[in-house]
Structures are given as structure tokens and as C-alpha cells.
């Protein structure tokens, strides 16, 4: 068995449900030490963080990831206990597996490779831990964030181990995110009988009209690394259970993936506008869940990338497609932040697993990636 895979099954039988760390980290930790990394840990709300270093010169490569996982959803539904690994037919099936204790093992493990063969290496090298990534993400990287930046403590380049490839190990990185706007619509009506609707005022009937302007909209049009801004809407609400009454409110939750194109401030005025015209009498929450960042082709995507090819034998393409992640609070700090893991074909399902020949090549890539930016090595 190897160190990825021990590490690997170690993690996933750590009961991380968000919030909760569940052991993953003090035994990254307990691991790293004997490679030289100090561990710092910063708790807050109840989240609790590690921030793992070795070195103190600059670059300094950082490795970021969450030890927390999702809840593993209905028991009766997974074929095995979903923290007890279990490998079955080349797949190491856990919660976590690829969301991403895989990438924690394969981190850990490039990284006490590399300083076995490079004990005086130039720079430094760090491990980002949170286990509030799944939650609300308001206690964990941001926190680690706020206190690197307090004492002036530069990172140059992060990699990111969310599960990133999509049908095979190397196939995508993803070197932005869109950012998220979400939106919570209160529409006042006047309740009343529906045999009078002369009495009352449907507010399901004054929204929908807005409703279907708001979908139909064309936000904008993306750029060369972003797809176009779009809108959703997730959840309605009305009524008081009757069939013979008008509601006499709507609720409305919608919200927005945006690219740098547009901002959070315009699409709120443009949304605001549209609700304005069709004359309803609203309320309107705004919650700013994320902005949106880049990492242009740059030094990191090539030296990753140049990686992933040696030790998969695929040219991985960039995107920035997908949900958000910790790298958008990373890229405040750091100027070249990309994001690459395993295939994400299972997150968040029941039966969540990785392929067990995955783990090698992964973990190769992170050492991969390390020679080329601290040693002489050439991409």
C-alpha cells in the first residue's frame, strides 16, 4: 500500500463533518513535523485551522485545502459505511474521497518526498488546513488569511486541491472562479379570497412577469476565460396551504454566477431596475458570497502544468467553470492561485470514491510542481 493511499484511507475514517476537523489535521501535522514544518493553529467559532510551513524565504509555494466534508446523507444508501474506506473494484469509496482527502494525502505525501530529495531547498513551502470550506466558510481560510496578512506573510504561489478534473486525473485546472450574488425577494401582495380577486392583490401573479424578465436577461457576455453571467432562481414560496386563498406574499430566492465583466454592484441596480418596472411592492436582501478572481497563464499554471503532462501523459486545459472555493479569499493575498484535484464526478453523492490509481500520479504532480518552482528543475 502506498503512503497516498495509507494517508489517504487515514483521513476519510476521520469523521470531519463540517465544522468539525474530526483528527485530520493534528495528523497532517504530526506527520509534517518530521519533514521540518511547524504547525500554527488558528480556531475560530468553533472552526479550527492549521497552517503547516517550512522555510522562511520567499517564493513560498502553498498547498490549501478543508479537512471538513459534507454530511454523508441517507446511511442506507451507501454500499459501505462512508467512513470506514473501503476499496472495491480499484475505487476508494469514502465521504471525502475526492472532496478532498484525496488531495490532503497527496499533499502531504509530495511534500515530505520533495524534502527527502531536497533537504536545503530554496524557499518555502506551506500547507493551508480549514474545516470550514463545506460550512459557511466565514471562520476558516478567511481567518488564516486575516492573520498571514496581519504580520506580513507573503505567499506567492497556491494550489488549491479541490476534485478539478472532469473525466480523467489532469485534464482540467481551473484558474478562476465566477463570483456569487445571491438574492432574496420579499413581493407584498393583499390576502384575500380567491372567489374576490377584486379584494386582493396576488403577488405570485405581479411577480411572475419580473420573474420571467429576470430569466430571460442576458447579463453580459464572459471573455476569453469566463462564461457569461447567469441567473437562477432556486426557491419560491407562497400561500398558506389553502386552495381557496391568495397569498398575501412571495418569496423569492435567486442568485447569480458572475464574471469579472460585470459587478455585484450593477447586477443589483440592473435587477432592482427590472423589479422597479413592473411596479411591485418588494423587498429585497442582498448577500455578496463571493468575487470573482483570475490567475492569468503565469508561472504556476505552466509549472503545474508541465506536471500533470509528466506524470499523466495529458495537457490539462484551464477553465473557470464551476461553484466557488477558498481560493477566492487566497487570491486577496496571493497573486497566482490555481486549483487541481481529482475527477469530481462523485462529490457530495452517496458512494463518494476515487480511483486508487489516481492517488500516485496525483500525488506526483504536487512534487512535480514543487521541483519546477524551487529547485532548478525546468518545466
Not at 478562476?176 to 413581493?187: A, D, I, P, T, Y
Not at 431596475?273 to 470573482?292: F, K, N, S
Request: one cysteine or more; hydrophobic letters at 40%.
Amino acid at each position: 500500500m502506498s503512503a497516498t493511499l495509507q494517508l489517504a484511507q487515514q483521513l476519510i475514517a476521520c469523521r470531519s463533518v463540517t465544522p468539525d476537523d474530526g483528527g485530520c489535521q493534528p495528523l497532517i501535522a504530526a506527520r509534517l513535523a518530521a519533514a521540518g514544518f511547524s504547525a500554527e493553529t488558528i480556531a475560530r467559532n468553533g472552526t479550527t485551522n492549521v497552517w503547516l510551513r517550512r522555510g522562511r524565504q520567499r517564493p513560498t509555494v502553498v498547498f490549501a485545502g478543508h479537512t471538513d466534508v459534507v454530511p454523508p446523507g441517507p446511511l442506507e444508501q451507501w454500499a459501505t459505511d462512508p467512513f470506514k474506506p473501503t476499496i472495491r473494484d480499484g475505487m476508494l469509496f469514502g465521504r471525502g474521497a475526492s472532496d478532498m482527502k484525496a488531495s490532503l494525502a497527496a499533499f502531504a505525501i509530495a511534500a515530505e518526498e520533495f524534502v527527502r530529495a531536497h533537504p536545503a531547498h530554496p524557499g518555502s513551502i506551506a500547507l493551508l488546513l480549514t474545516s470550514d470550506e463545506e460550512g459557511p466558510a466565514t471562520d476558516g481560510t478567511v481567518a488564516v488569511v486575516e492573520r498571514l496578512t496581519a504580520r506580513d506573510e507573503a505567499i506567492d504561489y497556491c494550489i488549491v486541491g479541490e476534485p478539478t478534473s472532469v473525466d480523467h486525473l489532469g485534464d482540467v485546472i481551473k484558474n478562476g472562479r465566477r463570483g456569487s450574488l445571491s438574492g432574496r425577494l420579499l413581493v407584498r401582495g393583499i390576502q384575500g379570497h380567491v372567489a374576490y380577486p377584486h379584494l386582493a392583490r396576488n403577488p405570485i401573479h405581479q411577480a411572475a412577469p419580473a420573474l420571467a424578465d429576470l430569466a430571460a436577461e442576458v447579463w453580459d457576455h464572459g471573455n476569453a476565460h469566463f462564461p457569461p453571467t447567469t441567473l437562477q432562481i432556486s426557491n419560491i414560496h407562497a400561500g398558506t396551504g389553502a386552495l381557496n386563498v391568495i397569498p398575501g406574499s412571495c418569496e423569492v430566492e435567486f442568485n447569480l454566477r458572475f464574471a469579472p465583466v460585470s459587478t455585484a454592484t450593477a447586477l443589483m441596480q440592473r435587477i432592482e431596475g427590472i423589479l422597479r418596472r413592473h411596479g411591485l411592492d418588494y423587498e429585497l436582501a442582498w448577500t455578496v458570497g463571493a468575487q470573482p478572481f483570475l490567475t492569468e497563464p503565469g508561472r504556476l499554471s505552466e509549472a503545474l502544468s508541465a506536471a500533470i503532462e509528466l506524470a499523466t501523459g495529458r495537457r490539462p486545459q484551464l477553465s473557470t467553470t464551476g461553484g466557488t472555493s477558498d481560493g477566492r479569499f487566497i487570491a486577496t493575498i496571493c497573486p497566482q492561485v490555481v486549483e487541481f484535484g481529482p475527477p469530481n464526478a462523485t462529490i457530495h453523492k452517496v458512494n463518494e470514491c476515487v480511483r486508487v490509481a489516481d492517488l500516485e500520479p496525483l500525488k506526483d504532480v504536487y512534487r512535480h510542481t514543487l521541483e519546477f518552482l524551487l529547485t532548478e528543475a525546468k518545466p
